[in-house]
């Protein structure tokens, strides 16, 4: 069975740091994508990182201050939030390819077809971050 779960949310104040977690089950050799979806707002492609060579790619709002790793021993995907932002709330989702193809599925492409969701076919249930004073 193939599962996926975040965790590492919470309620951080403006300038800080917080580090999520995708753990995954059942398989460990797709692309994994983070997304995030905020109130009244549709969802948001954040980041991806390839299982064939671990490149990485990241939406233009996150670059520079976020950065998602892989454990590939501990079948863990991270995503590490440095100077966050009020505008960085929202559910945060991991994600991982559908099968499609050996490219398609292990690699993460290019921005910002590489963040659309209908490519990815497996989905955590979310995590929370809020970024407020």
């Known amino acids: 069975q193939l599962q996926l779960v975040e965790s590492g949310g919470g309620l951080v104040q403006p300038g800080g740091s917080l580090r999520l977690s995708c753990a995954a089950s059942?398989?460990?050799?797709?692309?994994i994508g983070w997304f995030r979806q905020a109130p009244g707002k549709e969802r948001e492609g954040v980041s991806c990182i390839s299982s064939s060579d671990g490149s990485t790619i990241y939406a233009d709002s996150v670059k520079g201050r976020f950065a998602i790793s892989r454990d590939n021993a501990k079948n863990t995907v991270y995503l590490q939030m440095n100077s966050l932002k009020p505008e960085d709330t929202a559910v945060y989702y991991c994600a991982a390819r559908q099968v499609d193809g050996v490219d398609a599925t292990y690699n993460c492409g290019a921005v910002p077809t590489g963040l659309g969701s209908w490519k990815y076919g497996y989905w955590g249930q979310g995590t929370t971050v809020t970024v407020s004073s």
């Open positions: 059942g398989f460990t050799f797709h692309a």
